[in-house]
C-alpha cells in the first residue's frame, strides 16, 4: 500500500503551492481534494495583488508584503515547469474614491494624468467630478491560469493527487495524526495539512472558525480597452491578456450557496459603467460566485494544531492568491521544525480557544 510524508487537504492554489515546495524538500506528498482540483476559491477569484490596499487588515500587512516580494520568482518557476502562462500583470491599480482614502504610497492623480492612463475612465471622472484617484504599484494575476499552472508543476513534481473524494476526518492514534478519511479510502501519512478552505471546519475532529463569504462577479468582452487594473469603493475592474474584464464583487454570508443572483450582477454591471461607458456595448461572457475562506477576524488560520502534526492553512478570505507563495514558504518551514521565515505566531488556531 502507498504511503506519503504528507497528506494535503484542498487542491486550491494554497494547497498547490505548498504541495510544491514540500516535494522540492523531497517529501512524498498526496494532495486530496473534494471536487475538481482548482476550482473553488481560486477559480472564482479576481487575482488583484494588492500587499498595502485598504482590505488588508493591519497585522496582515508583513506577510503581505513579504509575499508580494516572493511572486516575480513564484510565478517563473510555476511558468518554467508547467509551460502554462499565467498572464501576471504588472500595470499597477488606479484607484478611485470620493473619500480620498489611499495608501501612504499611492501616487496622487492630477485629471490630466488620469486621461493620459486610462483616457475614458479620465473623462468620466473629470465629468462627474466625483472622485479623486491615486496610482499604486500593483500587479495582477488571472487565477485561473495560476492555478492551472500550479497543478501541472505539481504534476510534474509528482505530487499525487486524488479528486472528487470529500475527507470527512484526520485520523488519530493517540495524540498525533496519522492519516485522513474519505468518502471511498483511508490514506496514510505522519503529517496532515488543512488546506481546505470555506470547507475547513467541516472536517473532524477541529472544529476551525471558517466560513463561507460569497462572492458573486462577472466577465465581459469587446469592451474599452483598460491597462490598470481599477479600484472604486463598490466595484473592481481587472483586465486579462485576452480582452476580458472581470468586474466584482460582493461579501455575502450565504452559507454554501454560489448560485448567481441576475439583480446583484446588473448592479455590479452598472456600478463598473458609471466608470466606463463603453462597457455597455460590452457582450457579457460569464457570470459565477465563489466562496471566499472567512475567519472572525478576517485573518488565516496557519501552523500546527493541538493534534501533533496535524497542520492547518486556511482562512486566507480574499487574499488566498496574495498570500500563497509565502503561506507555503512559511508551512514548509513549520512542518518540518524550522524558524518560519516570516513570524506566523498571531494566525494560529489557538487565538480562538
Not at 493517540?174 to 483511508?186: D, H, K, N, W
Amino acid at each position: 500500500m502507498k504511503t506519503w510524508d504528507v497528506i494535503i487537504i484542498g487542491a486550491g492554489i494554497i494547497g498547490l503551492s505548498l504541495a510544491i515546495s514540500l516535494r522540492k524538500q523531497g517529501l512524498r506528498v498526496l494532495v486530496v481534494e473534494r471536487g475538481e482540483p482548482g476550482r473553488e476559491a481560486s477559480y472564482a477569484a479576481a487575482g488583484m495583488l494588492a500587499p498595502t490596499g485598504v482590505e488588508i487588515p493591519a497585522a496582515l500587512t508583513n506577510l503581505a508584503a513579504a509575499s508580494a516580494c516572493l511572486y516575480p520568482e513564484f510565478v517563473h518557476e510555476l511558468e518554467d515547469e508547467s509551460g502554462v502562462e499565467v498572464d501576471w500583470r504588472e500595470h499597477g491599480t488606479i484607484l478611485l474614491s470620493s473619500e480620498s482614502g489611499f495608501p501612504e504610497r499611492a501616487q496622487r492623480l492630477s485629471p490630466e494624468e488620469l486621461c493620459s492612463l486610462e483616457p475614458e475612465l479620465g473623462r468620466t471622472c473629470v465629468s462627474t467630478g466625483g472622485c479623486t484617484a491615486a496610482l499604486v504599484d500593483e500587479s495582477s494575476v488571472d487565477p485561473r491560469l495560476l492555478v492551472k499552472s500550479a497543478l501541472q508543476a505539481a504534476r510534474h513534481r509528482d505530487v499525487d493527487i486524488s479528486s472528487g473524494s470529500e475527507v470527512e476526518a484526520v485520523l488519530t492514534s493517540g495524540e498525533r495524526a496519522v492519516g485522513v478519511r474519505t468518502e471511498r479510502a483511508s490514506y496514510t501519512a505522519a503529517t496532515i495539512v488543512n488546506c481546505a478552505g470555506a470547507w475547513t471546519a467541516t472536517i473532524a475532529p477541529h472544529q476551525f472558525p471558517v466560513r463561507p463569504v460569497k462572492g458573486q462577479m462577472l466577465a465581459v468582452v469587446q469592451g474599452p480597452a483598460v491597462r490598470h487594473v481599477i479600484r472604486a469603493d463598490n466595484v473592481y475592474v481587472v483586465p486579462r491578456k485576452d480582452g476580458r474584464l472581470v468586474i466584482g464583487s460582493t461579501l455575502e454570508n450565504a452559507g454554501y450557496d454560489k448560485q448567481v443572483d441576475s439583480s446583484t450582477i446588473k448592479v455590479l454591471f452598472h456600478s463598473a459603467i458609471e466608470l466606463l461607458p463603453g462597457l455597455e456595448r460590452c457582450k457579457q461572457h460569464e457570470v459565477w460566485a465563489g466562496l471566499r475562506p472567512g475567519t472572525p477576524d478576517n485573518l488565516p488560520i496557519m501552523g500546527e494544531t493541538s493534534i501533533r502534526g496535524y497542520f492547518v492553512a486556511s482562512g486566507h478570505y480574499r487574499d488566498g492568491i496574495l498570500l500563497s507563495p509565502i503561506t507555503a514558504q512559511v508551512m514548509t518551514s513549520v512542518i518540518l521544525g524550522r524558524e518560519p521565515e516570516v513570524d506566523i505566531s498571531s494566525f494560529a488556531a489557538s487565538r480562538f480557544g
